[in-house]
Each structure stands twice: as structure tokens, then as C-alpha cells.
């Protein structure tokens, strides 16, 4: 029969769309890539499986088809189900077996809700009729380094929190979570832990919120996907040129060779050399290199004069 859907989802043959839903949300979220940072590669397969596994069997026409066939019959697309007008069967017209894409499955049921990016979008509706309110978030602010957030890390975070036990009794627990932040990442994201905020009673526990914090860069500022630096130059360098040499965030040197003169104020952008776009991989903003050009603070005499005469042979 090769996959068994049934087992993966965890639920009976006779399973109801109810009980398909609740299986899938609590193994898609247990599952989803980027919970699990140790072992993404093995999670990323099984997360695929069960988006796979709930896709067959929560739409009758693929379920039938595999119920009598099994996910060879399904995906070899030659068999109608039982139900359809011609019952065609075996070489007929066949049913186009497809998969919906797994992240699209995830996003229908936690609407909006991405855990790849830690961000919440808008809440997805509550959770149907007549559910228990959930707790309130636990939120807390999670400082990351310019660099941290230009290659991207992962973070081991001890957190404690309030958890009821059977009889209702309140007590505190600890536990660590693994939390992998993206290249790129801007302050303000928000990477939420469903259920592993504190417990209140007769209510659904709250989600645990970590917001994305920049801390100040000595050299390099952020703005949006680009980085700037303020760079300093002398006036003879300034108008003679110079061999610079930039260090970037991943400790690469950037040679930048400047033949122009540098008026105060001027920029230059390097493309690509700026912050990752988190939305967009392998895409980077630009480096920004501003000029501040350090005048002498004094000139002997003949400085002057031995500038005025070589200055002063050509001005624009």
C-alpha cells in the first residue's frame, strides 16, 4: 500500500474531518521546520509527510481513491473514485493527483501565522465556537547582533513559566528552547512559541513571544536592508585618492579604490554587500560608504601659498 496516511496523522480509518484537523494541527506545529532547529532536515520530511497525509485524506476524492488503492493507485492517476459519473476505472480518464503545497496547508490552518519568519500576521479567526480563551502572550525582547543578524544563529533560550497541574495547582517549570534566527531579520520580528507561555485556569495556555532587538553597531547602522558607513578621509586623500579597505559583517575586506575626488558628504553604494533579505534568499541591500572628509585644522604660510599655487592653476 507504500505510505500509510493513516499512521502518519495518527488517526483511525475512520477518522472525521474533526479529528483530521485536530491531528494535523498538533502534528504540523510539532513538526514545522523551523521548530526544530537540531534537526531541520528530518523535520522538513516529516512536516511534508503529514501537510501530504492531511491534503489525501481531507478531500473525499482523494481519500476514496486511496482507500481502495492505496498511494500508488492515488498518484499513478488511473483510477476515478468510485463516486464519479462514468466510473471509469483502471485506463479511463483517470484523476489528476496533485499536492497542495505543505507552507500553504500550515498558513490556511494558523492563519497568517508564520513560524518561519516568527511573525504573527492577524490572528486567524479564533478558534471556532465556543473554544476556552487563551492566556495572555508572554513577551520578551530578544537582543541580537548586527552580525547575528547578517549570518543568521541559533540560540538556546532558558525560559520559565507557570503551569498548572492536574488538580489545577499552579507551579513553575523551566525548559529550553532552541530558536534559529534568519539572516536578515529586522528589530520587531516576532518568533512565537504556541502554548509555551503560562497557564491560567480555564483558559488555553499563552503563547511565548520573542520580538527581535538590534543592538548598536560601532561601526555599521542599519537602515531597512542596506548598511551604511561613515567613513573617514583626509583632504589630501580625498582629493589624491586612496586604496581603502571596508571590513564586512562576515569578516570578508572589501578593496575600494577611490580615483574620484571626494567632495564632503558624497556616497558610494557597493550592491549586494548590505544586509540579507530575509524574503528574498541570496539577495542582499547595499553598502553604504559616506565620506567625511577631515580638514587640517591649520596651514603654515607657505602651505597656503604652495597650495594656491598649485590649486589655483586650474579651478572649477
Known amino acids: 500500500m507504500g505510505v500509510d496516511y493513516y499512521n502518519i496523522l495518527k488517526v483511525s480509518r475512520n477518522a472525521t474531518e474533526e479529528d483530521l484537523k485536530k491531528s494535523y ?3 504540523a506545529m510539532k513538526w514545522h521546520p523551523d521548530k526544530n532547529a537540531v534537526n531541520t532536515k528530518e523535520a522538513e520530511a516529516k512536516f511534508k509527510q503529514i501537510c501530504e497525509a492531511y491534503d489525501v485524506l481531507s478531500d473525499p476524492q482523494k481519500r476514496q481513491i486511496y482507500d481502495l488503492y ?27 493527483f496533485s499536492t497542495r503545497d505543505a507552507e500553504d496547508i500550515f498558513q490556511e490552518f494558523f492563519g497568517g501565522f508564520d513560524v518561519g519568519r516568527g511573525k504573527s500576521t492577524g490572528g486567524g479567526g479564533g478558534g471556532g465556537g465556543g473554544g476556552l480563551k487563551k492566556a495572555a502572550p508572554m513577551e520578551s525582547k530578544l537582543p541580537c547582533s548586527l552580525e547575528e543578524l547578517y549570518k543568521g544563529s541559533r540560540r538556546k533560550m532558558k525560559i520559565s513559566r507557570i503551569v498548572l497541574d492536574d488538580s489545577g495547582k499552579p507551579g513553575t517549570v523551566e525548559e529550553v528552547l532552541a530558536i534559529h534566527i534568519k539572516p536578515g531579520w529586522k528589530k520587531g520580528t516576532k518568533i512565537t512559541f504556541p502554548e509555551k507561555g503560562n497557564h491560567e485556569p480555564g483558559a488555553a495556555p499563552g503563547d511565548l513571544i520573542f520580538v527581535v532587538d538590534e543592538k548598536p553597531h560601532p561601526i555599521f547602522k542599519r537602515d531597512g536592508n542596506d548598511l551604511i558607513i561613515n567613513q573617514k578621509i583626509s583632504l589630501l586623500d580625498a582629493l589624491t585618492g586612496k586604496t581603502l ?3 564586512t559583517l562576515d569578516g570578508r575586506d572589501i578593496p575600494l579604490t577611490i580615483s574620484d575626488i571626494i567632495k564632503p558628504g558624497k556616497e558610494i553604494v557597493i550592491e549586494n554587500e548590505g544586509m540579507p533579505i530575509s524574503k528574498e534568499p541570496g539577495k ?3 553598502l553604504r560608504i ?25 579651478t572649477e
Open 25 to 27: 494541527k498538533r502534528l
Open 70 to 96: 492505496g498511494e500508488e493507485g492515488l498518484k499513478s492517476g488511473l483510477f476515478t473514485p468510485p463516486s464519479s459519473k462514468d466510473r471509469d476505472f483502471g485506463g479511463g480518464r483517470g484523476f489528476k
Open 245 to 247: 579597505n571596508i571590513a
Open 284 to 286: 542582499n541591500g547595499n
Open 290 to 314: 559616506k565620506f567625511d572628509v577631515k580638514f587640517p585644522s591649520r596651514l603654515t604660510t607657505e602651505q597656503k601659498s604652495d597650495l594656491r599655487r598649485v590649486l589655483g592653476r586650474k
